[in-house]
């Protein structure tokens, strides 16, 4: 790559003066005033062709790269306003926000993380650690980021990371040959053919009202799970007859989980090395070929269901879930969109939402990542909708008055609850829970600000370096819950969590795969559900807490549970796969 720093010999930024309103302006300049968006608020900017040959499409030399004045994560975009030096500065000039004085100040800083988001332009690496692979976002430098939009763009863009240097640019050509004066412009929303989501997806630079667009998402026809399943590349098993196993068989287990080789000690089950001798196959990662083993061993037992993906993958889990509650979804799970197939409907029911003065914060999630990864939380319309760029999202809205539990240390945290459920069978039900859950809590006294302080608004501390992480065992939380709150005994609302827990399933389980989960009988399965509680009112008027199901984990990590309670494995594999219950910590929610 041969780096001549050319672009000022092709290229040259002119500030657009705004137009008098007292001066005569023809219709036609007036519309296309109105058609061209500047990021920003700001003097309004053009990149125009200047050099005197114009530009040819087909000449390999009319390919230019643009640098970076900022990349970053989001978690960390205050910090680093706040740290690097004329970081601030230039990112107030670039988007026009008044700046004085030397030293940050929060107020200035509040104004570039909400205005970014109509100049964040995101890629992200597709190999590495999960952490490495979160998104992530970019400002262009001055150049780049004063090239403006246009439904006929005179030019295309692309993030490229050039290995040699680890580092990214932007590369830059022309979709045509230019003329001298010719304005240099891009699609902000390159690749959207669809009038009304080009119309969305250009909201953050041409403010527009979508409330006319019905808000009410309906369940997904039935296409749309044939495909997720073609896209899984999972393969459907046959219909088999039940398998019947000796009363005192003992069951040879093959399983690469290491929490499994270490805790399960039951006398009925015996580890092998030989997947082909196995009789249960207890693996870490998804299994997809249960059409094979239905066909060549179908009394071999495992510890996936087919299509259980409709739990586990949080866009699928919303679909699902409008079965119990109609196309606004049910009372347990907070009010969710896919971001990919229903961003007009989120930004009709924001803007309503706006317009009669209620709340208007939402968590922005991946589909399928755990641990908070590339998760935040917002109330900037704008940053919701670029985050669609990044990877597959759904948004939900954030628990705005969540039961608190107070701690002596800090004061009223978010807590979160999870438990393990153990499904035997899909059709019929039988779904059973494990005696104990896991309690985790925030490590800051809630309120409704701070967005990006993780320790204020999220849970997860295990993963998190040189954080604290407070472990309250679900004996001695009870007392201290039903403490804090005496009108509400814990067995009340766990009543209401397995009532949620029993309807997430019934719906799941409801339809025939790949529309529900397969009821394959040589199937098994635990699952981690993570909720928390908020404030909310009955029917009848009374103040309620409200489960809320946050996700359901494939696979969950079983440390703890394994530390604290030895017999855990044992448990499991004897309600799974023995159908043996007695002297087992569960109990049956179906």
Not at 58 to 78: C, G, K, M, Q
Not at 114 to 143: C, H, R
Not at 381 to 406: A, G
Request: with cysteine; net charge negative; glycine share 4%.
């Amino acid at each position: 790559m041969n780096e001549v720093f050319d672009a000022g010999d092709y290229f040259g930024i002119m500030q657009v003066e705004e137009v008098d309103e007292e001066e005569e302006v023809d219709e036609e300049m007036e519309e296309q005033f109105k058609k061209k968006p500047n990021p920003g608020n700001g003097p309004c900017f053009k990149v125009i062709v200047t050099n005197e040959n114009g530009l040819q499409a087909s000449n390999p030399d009319s390919v230019f790269l643009i640098d970076h004045a900022w990349t970053y994560r989001v978690e960390h975009a205050r910090q680093q306003l706040r740290r690097v030096p004329g970081l601030l500065h230039r990112m107030a000039n670039l988007m026009g926000i008044a700046f004085h004085g030397e030293l940050p100040d929060e107020g200035s800083i509040e104004q570039v993380l909400q205005e970014m988001w109509k100049y964040n332009q995101t890629y992200q690496l597709s190999q590495g650690t999960a952490e490495e692979k979160v998104p992530v976002w970019y400002i262009m430098d001055e150049f780049g980021s004063r090239i403006q939009h246009s439904d006929q763009p005179s030019f295309a863009t692309a993030p490229l990371f050039y290995m040699p240097q680890q580092i990214a640019y932007t590369v830059l050509w022309p979709l045509r040959d230019l003329e001298t004066g010719d304005e240099v412009t891009r699609d902000y929303a390159h690749g959207e053919t669809d009038r009304l989501i080009r119309k969305c997806v250009l909201l953050p630079w041409v403010p527009t009202e979508v409330v006319d667009v019905s808000c009410s998402t309906p369940e997904p026809p039935d296409e749309h799970y044939q495909a997720i399943l073609a896209e899984n590349k999972e393969k459907l098993p046959l219909v088999i007859n039940p398998p019947v196993y000796a009363k005192d068989k003992v069951f040879k287990v093959f399983t690469d989980i290491q929490q499994v080789l270490n805790n399960l000690t039951h006398p009925r089950f015996v580890f092998t090395d030989n997947e082909g001798e196995a009789d249960i196959l207890y693996n870490f990662s998804h299994f997809k070929d249960y059409r094979k083993l239905s066909e060549e061993r179908p009394e071999v037992m495992v510890n996936q269901f087919p299509c259980e993906n409709l739990l586990t993958v949080k866009d699928c889990l919303a679909s699902i879930a409008r079965r119990a509650g109609g196309p606004d979804g049910p009372r347990w799970l907070p009010r969710t969109f896919n971001l990919q197939t229903e961003l007009p409907q989120f930004i009709s029911y924001f803007q309503q939402r706006d317009r009669r003065g209620e709340d208007n914060h939402w968590i922005c999630k991946p589909w399928n990542l755990a641990r908070s990864l590339d998760t935040h939380i917002t109330n900037n319309l704008n940053s919701i909708i670029r985050h669609r760029e990044s990877s597959p999202k759904v948004v939900c809205k954030y628990i705005e008055e969540p039961v608190l539990f107070e701690r002596e240390d800090v004061g009223p945290v978010k807590f979160d609850v999870r438990y393990v459920v153990l499904l035997r069978r899909a059709r019929p039900l039988q779904l059973y829970s494990y005696g104990v859950f896991w309690l985790r809590f925030s490590n800051r006294a809630f309120s409704l600000d701070d967005l990006d302080d993780y320790e204020k608004h999220f849970t997860v501390m295990n993963y998190a370096p040189g954080v604290t992480l407070k472990q309250v065992h679900c004996e001695d939380f009870i007392p201290l819950f039903e403490k804090q709150y005496p009108e509400y005994p814990w067995t009340t609302v766990q009543a209401s969590i397995f009532k949620a827990f029993a309807e997430l399933f019934q719906v799941a389980s409801s339809k025939p795969a790949p529309l529900g989960i397969c009821d394959y009988p040589s199937s098994r399965a635990i699952y981690a559900i993570d909720l928390m509680l908020k404030w909310d009112t009955s029917r009848d008027g009374k103040r309620i807490m409200q489960p809320q199901i946050l996700e359901v984990n494939f696979n969950p990590d079983c440390d703890r549970a394994c530390q604290y309670h030895p017999t855990f494995f044992n448990d499991v594999f004897s309600t799974l796969f023995l159908d043996e219950t007695d002297n087992c910590h569960v109990t049956r929610i179906v």
